[in-house]
């Protein structure tokens, strides 16, 4: 009868702790062992620059010995990042991006070691990375704007802009297109004024000879940097011949 709790204990199935079988070791250490040791040993950003809203980018990488590729990430002005991967110890980078706005930007290009298993496996050593970060500015361009004004005999025309950088450089063209002689003329831009007047008879609304006159306005500022091009209303006006 002594006996009996050490039967009921092995017919139940009870054995020693030490005799347990140890559970699988979780993901993260088996990564963290694979990791161990690993690390970009180099990163660079040779040359990022942004033009007409388009930022490109170029550098290249390099992991230690054991990591077999990298994972790279690229981030503008710190939102949701664009990914790639490269596999190889080393090799170079490059990134595009369009629809960037105007203004300085921050590109960081952060890279982390890789093991690309034989089986396809990958494992991205996130706690070891480098990363470079630089500021990046495409100046924002002027905005120009126009208001006309037809008293007797007189349309004068005033430009104005905003925006931009420094001070402002107006130009107008003139376009001028006659039904009494059936010729249109679009004249070569003119620099330097801020105002435009020019000579405009108004016509009956039952005139069937007439030209037509409108005028185009725009500025560039001290960065050399172009304004949006702006248009008057076009007019009716007694023939100039």
Not at 14 to 42: D, I
Not at 84 to 101: D, H, K, P, Q
């Amino acid at each position: 009868m002594l006996m009996l709790p050490t039967l009921l204990l092995a017919a139940c199935g009870g054995v020693p702790e030490s005799e347990v079988a140890p559970a699988e070791e979780p993901l993260g250490t088996r990564e963290s062992a694979m990791c161990s040791g690993l690390s970009v040993t180099s990163l660079t950003l040779d040359g990022i620059s942004t033009y007409e809203g388009e930022l490109a980018g170029a550098g290249t990488w390099s992991v230690s010995t054991f990591a077999n590729a990298v994972s790279l990430e690229f981030y503008v002005d710190g939102q949701t990042p664009s990914t790639t991967e490269r596999l190889g110890s080393s090799g170079t980078w490059s990134y595009s991006r369009t629809g960037v706005a105007c203004g300085p930007r921050t590109f960081e290009v952060r890279a982390y070691p890789m093991v690309v298993a034989s089986d396809g496996t990958k494992t991205i050593c996130r706690e070891s990375y480098k990363s470079a970060t630089r500021i990046v500015t495409e100046p924002c361009p002027p905005t120009a704007s126009i208001s006309c004004n037809l008293t007797s005999g007189l349309l004068r025309c005033t430009g104005s802009a905003s925006g931009g950088s420094g001070s402002y450089t107006p130009q107008w063209q003139g376009y001028w297109n006659s039904y009494h002689e059936q010729t249109e003329y679009l004249f070569p831009w003119i620099q330097g004024m801020w105002i435009s007047n020019n000579s405009c008879a108004p016509v009956s609304p039952s005139a069937t000879a007439y030209d037509v006159v409108q005028l185009h306005f725009k500025v560039t500022d001290s960065n050399g940097v172009t304004s949006n091009t702006v248009s008057s209303p076009t007019y009716r006006c007694l023939p100039m011949h």
